[in-house]
T-cell receptor, first 115, second 114 residues
Framework: SQTIHQWPATLVQPVGSPLSLECTVE??????LYWYRQAAGRGLQLLFY??????ISSEVPQNLSASRPQDRQFILSSKKLLLSDSGFYLC??????????????FGQGTRLTVV | GNSVTQMEGPVTLSEEAFLTINCTYT??????LFWYVQYPGEGLQLLLK?????DKGSNKGFEATYRKETTSFHLEKGSVQVSDSAVYFC?????????????FGTGTRLQVFP
């Protein structure tokens, strides 16, 4: 069966420090991968998505970047964190079901607090 | 660009009440539409879906009909239970194989009291 791992679960980082959040998927190949940020009153904001290795699409201008060094690995990074980067980050993967629709599966999320 | 708009919450209901959570969308093509649910302490999971106009998605007593003429996908349940308390997200997927992405609404918190 397919599983998605996201870590760490919580993280407290000082302003100006670097960030690396990792997400890996098991049990599937060539998934679409996503990073979302969930904020109260703003729902799930799509930050990045990837349809293949090295292919990254950015949805919003921001202080973050994403990379996909392997088929089932998706990394969210920052060189220097800002206070406004605090939030709850969710990784997800998706595939097309036999009927053709896109189905997504989510990780447990990372609570990032920048202090 | 494409977007999803949901009614703001929280929605507070008594057990066995009728539920409607409104969702409208903006899309240039023919997206698939979804409702995802996030129960307390759990990750998001797919609740139901509809892939074309007039399709009705259903699961666990919840239903939603893809209305292209009103660009809506409202979530309904005839009789809610305390266990339905959760945050509900309306979503759409757009694009073809090389541009697949999922766009979510802001989420609506449902609180059901006994």
């Amino acid at each position: 069966s397919q599983t998605i791992h996201q870590w760490p679960a919580t993280l407290v980082q000082p302003v100006g420090s670097p960030l690396s959040l990792e997400c890996t998927v098991e049990g599937t190949s060539n998934p679409n991968l996503y990073w979302y940020r969930q904020a109260a009153g703003r729902g799930l904001q799509l930050l990045f998505y990837s349809v293949g290795i090295g292919q990254i699409s950015s949805e919003v201008p921001q202080n973050l970047s994403a990379s996909r060094p392997q088929d089932r690995q998706f990394i969210l990074s920052s060189k220097k964190l800002l206070l406004s980067d605090s939030g709850f980050y969710l990784c997800a993967w998706s595939h097309r079901e036999m009927l053709g629709f896109l189905r997504a599966f989510f990780g447990q999320g990372t609570r990032l607090t920048v202090v | 660009g494409n977007s999803v708009t949901q009614m703001e919450g929280p929605v507070t209901l008594s057990e066995e009440a009728f539920l409607t959570i409104n969702c409208t969308y903006t899309a240039t093509g023919y997206p698939s539409l979804f409702w995802y649910v996030q129960y307390p302490g759990e990750g998001l999971q797919l609740l139901l879906k509809a892939t074309k106009a007039d399709d009705k998605g259903s699961n666990k007593g919840f239903e939603a009909t893809y209305r292209k003429e009103t660009t809506s996908f409202h979530l309904e349940k005839g009789s809610v239970q305390v266990s339905d308390s959760a945050v509900y997200f309306c979503a759409l997927s757009e694009g073809g194989i090389n541009t697949d992405k999922l766009i979510f609404g802001t989420g609506t918190r449902l609180q059901v009291f006994p």
